[in-house]
Structures are given as C-alpha cells and as structure tokens.
C-alpha cells in the first residue's frame, strides 16, 4: 500500500508536528508500507510572516496535481492546514478521493493571540478544512472533546507515542550549571508562553533549548538564562537528563510531545492544568503524581515535581507506544477505490476545448 502525507511542516523545521510525522513514516515504511510526503521543499516557498522559520509553499496544486498522477497513491492523509494542505483538499475533493486530516496545532488559538478574530469564526475555518475528511485525528481526548464541542464531525483520539529508545536516561552533567537546573525544550514563539517560566523565582538555573522567532528577544530580556539549540535526538536526551524539572508553560498545546520525552529520560515535568499537559499526565485538573505535578500556580507545580523518581517518570513515558499509534493510524485511514485511482487525474485542455466546439 502507498501512503501519501500532505504537509506543510516536514524538515528542516523543528517542531513536535514534524517528529511525529517523522516517526508515523519511518514505523510505517519498517511494516512494509510505501510512503511519499509532499512538504514545502517540493515547492517554491516564502517564510511565513513573523516565523521565519516556517517556508509556506506558493501555488502548489498545479505541481500537486502533477504528483498525483505520477504517484497514484492508495492512501492519503491531510497533516496540516497551510497551503499545502488546503491545495490538496481541494485536489481530492474535485477528484472525489477520500482523505484524512489531523489536528495537530491549535491555529485559532495562535491567530486570535495575534489578531482581533474571535474564536468562533477561526473555529470555523477549521471545521470548513475538516469537514469533508473521513477521520479528524485529535493528538488527545482532551483536544477531541474542544473539537466536538465547536460542532466537528468524525473526530478520532489519536494521543501520540514518544521514541524511548532515542530518549532514555543520560548522565545528568550535559550542563555545568548551578542546580537544580529547570529546564523548557521546544520552540521559541509567543504560544508557548515561556515567559511565565522565565519570570519564576526558582533556586538554581534555568535552561531554553530550541529556535524560534522569540528566541533573540527573550536572551537580551533574560541574560542570566542559558539558552541552547541542540540539533540531534542524542544530544536532546543529553539535554533532558541534565535537568532536575522539566517546566513546561504552554496553554495552548494539542499534546506537548516534550513532556513525554522528558519523562522518557527520566526527568518530572511540571505544568498548568490544560489540554496537553492534562493528556500527558492522564489527569483532569491539577494533581501531584510521582512523576510531576500540574498546578494553575507554575511555580507550585514546579516545587511539587522536585525528586521524583527516575524509574517513575520513565514507567510513565513507555505507556505512550509507537505500536499503538501506527495502529490506529491504519485502521483509520480510507483507501481510495481502484476505480477512482484508475482514472486519468486531468482531462487535456485540448480534448475539452474540442467537445466544448462539438456541443456548439
């Protein structure tokens, strides 16, 4: 079976969204399955106004379409709604060819942050981009039930596994820094709300890994902050374990990959009681487990997550599993009908322009 994902977050970006892609095709191509990703390097691309970092493609559906007809996939899954996302919609919706999207990063959220649209409205571009999907995947139940109550149909729990091989305990010296080291890996941007774990006042040190268009800012307003770009899974494990709290202050994340991975080495996290953190720890408000703790006070969640255990926090981390999340992804996807993918992906200009003369 041919796999194809849509995307307009693939590599060299460095996000959550991008290391589950990842791990989804590399899991699925190790069980046998063929599987292309069409991302913004295919493309002729401008940085995404206030995020750099992020190439948005231009014009893609006549390339698209192009592709379409050279790959002939069984399968196709939506991961994200930029231009590559809604060009291919479009694509499979003129073409009648069935489709998957996923819900990966709260855009409503991000965009009423930035600009004066209500939540409603933002909403409901969502729902128009999803609605025709045969199965939304939502990375948690916590972000499922959001969907549904802003009226998405066919929404399906998807919680995400973390790599325990690549993330596992280190040696805790990465860093030479007074401790206990407090530490948030991710990136850099206004959504993550970093500056309430900046402007805590903890004993020790405080660590950033990670890029983003906030980055430079938050150095010159934070100098006593170490703040570091790690561009391997090694080196990010050597990371993680070097801290003694991994702190964790978005209010707007789907799932906060990070957090399992920081538990996976060892390492307790602490967190606001929200979606995200609230999926992670399976919990519905605030709580102290033996692996963290999650407190509308960041900074008590901070003080209750201090010396848990290593074994605790890793026995967590291993109950998120790859097997698990590939297998839902199988048995959710639609393939398309032969008879549909037999057929011509576009009709030539000539043939047309012939029968249009005919009919006259």
């Given amino acids: 079976m041919h796999i194809l994902i849509a995307t307009d977050a693939w590599h060299p970006q460095i996000n959550g969204v991008v290391r589950v892609l990842d791990t989804l095709r590399t899991r699925l191509m190790d069980k046998g399955f063929e599987v292309t990703v069409i991302s913004p390097g295919d493309f002729m691309t401008l940085p995404c106004p206030g995020y750099a970092e992020i190439p948005l493609a231009l014009f893609p559906q006549r390339k698209m379409r192009s592709m379409l007809k050279r790959l002939r996939p069984d399968v196709i899954h939506i991961a994200t709604e930029g231009p590559i996302g809604w060009a291919m919609r479009k694509i499979c919706l003129k073409k009648h060819l069935p489709f998957t999207t996923a819900y990966h990063t709260k855009f409503p959220q991000y965009v009423h942050e930035r600009l004066p649209i209500s939540l409603d409205r933002l909403y409901g571009v969502m729902r128009t981009f999803h609605g025709p999907s045969n199965c939304v995947f939502s990375p948690s139940a916590t972000v499922a039930k959001e969907l549904e109550k802003y009226n998405f149909d066919n929404v399906f729990e998807w919680s995400h596994g973390v790599d325990t091989d690549a993330f596992s305990p280190q040696e805790k010296d990465f860093f030479d820094l007074p401790r206990p080291i407090h530490m948030y890996i991710g990136r850099v941007a206004v959504e993550k709300n970093i500056p309430a774990f900046l402007d805590l006042d903890l004993p020790g040190s405080k ?50 990959l990070v957090m399992a991975e920081s538990l996976a080495c060892g390492v307790p996290v602490a967190a606001y009681p929200v979606s995200g953190p609230l999926d992670v720890f399976g919990q519905t408000g605030a709580c102290e487990t033996a692996f963290g703790a999650l407190h509308p006070d960041l900074g008590e969640a901070v003080k209750q997550a201090y010396g848990k255990s290593v074994p605790a926090c890793r026995s967590h981390a ?30 030539r200009k000539r043939a047309a322009r012939f029968m249009k003369k005919r009919a006259s």
């Avoid at 660590?207 to 899974?233: I, T």
Wanted: some cysteine; proline content about 8%; glycine content about 4%.
């Fill in 207 to 256: 660590v950033v890994v990670g890029p983003g268009p906030m980055r430079e800012e938050l150095m010159a307003k934070y100098p006593d902050v170490l703040f570091h770009l790690s561009y391997s899974d090694r080196e990010l494990a050597l990371c993680y374990s070097a801290a003694d709290v991994f702190v964790f202050p978005s209010l707007t994340d789907t799932f906060g």
């Fill in 318 to 347: 291993l109950s998120f599993s790859w097997d698990r999340v590939v297998d839902e992804f199988l048995q959710n996807i639609v393939p398309i009908d032969p008879a549909l993918k037999n057929k011509r992906w576009k009709v």
